[in-house]
């Protein structure tokens, strides 16, 4: 069971809307566009595709560490979620909307478990939007789309083996899972290229 404080819930739920935000002006071409209602729906699509990957790609790093026993809190980067609003204006994003903070003891095993718990919620979003893009339509298949393709390279974006990034942490304590798991992620993210 995850514990929350009442401060972290709204960190997380400032985060997600700002990123949804982000995210809405990018795909609605505000800058040629303007506001037009089409933004209402283009915004859920957002905050159930982007914004979501992002929530359980955190959650899922709080939820093993507080496994292990460690203390976590979520704090929204509110500097690089101001970057990332102002630079979807321009049609790019580059998001660090902040992050789960550990406090406790672990080894590199542990750390990779908890890093690898990031990408791997990614993953299972790939996979989960897969029988929508199969079996629907219309605005529902597209919105499944971009949920695929978000998710695969968020996932694989943070499978990079450098510091701050999780990959580094997965590769420092289990290599064989850093591969399986970059594959893996790598894969969608190929076919959401090339296909979407």
Not at 64 to 93: D, H, P, Q, W
Not at 137 to 166: C, H, K, R, V
Not at 178 to 192: E, G, M, R, T, V
Request: hydrophobic share 55%.
């Amino acid at each position: 069971m995850l514990h929350f404080e009442k401060k972290e819930i709204k960190e997380l739920v400032l985060a997600w809307f700002l990123l949804t935000i982000a995210f809405t002006i990018m795909l609605s071409n505000v800058l040629s566009n303007g506001f037009e209602p089409i933004m209402i729906t283009i915004f859920i699509i957002s905050a159930v595709t982007a914004g979501l990957g992002f929530i359980l790609h955190e959650l899922g790093h709080k939820l093993v560490a507080e496994r292990y026993g460690c203390i976590t809190e979520f704090i929204a980067n509110k500097n690089m979620l101001g970057l990332a609003i102002l630079l979807s204006l321009f049609g790019f994003i580059i998001a660090a909307p902040g992050g789960v903070h550990i406090k406790g003891t672990l080894n590199k095993a542990r750390l990779a478990n908890i890093a690898a718990a990031g990408p791997l919620a990614n993953l299972l979003l790939v996979v989960a939007f897969i029988p929508t893009i199969l079996f629907s339509t219309g605005i529902i298949q597209s919105a499944a789309i971009y949920g695929f393709s978000i998710n695969a390279w968020l996932g694989l974006f943070n499978m990079i083996p450098a510091q701050e990034f999780d990959g580094y942490k997965i590769l420092q304590g289990h290599k064989t899972t850093y591969y399986i798991l970059a594959i893996a992620l790598l894969i969608p993210s190929l076919i959401s290229f090339i296909f979407f």
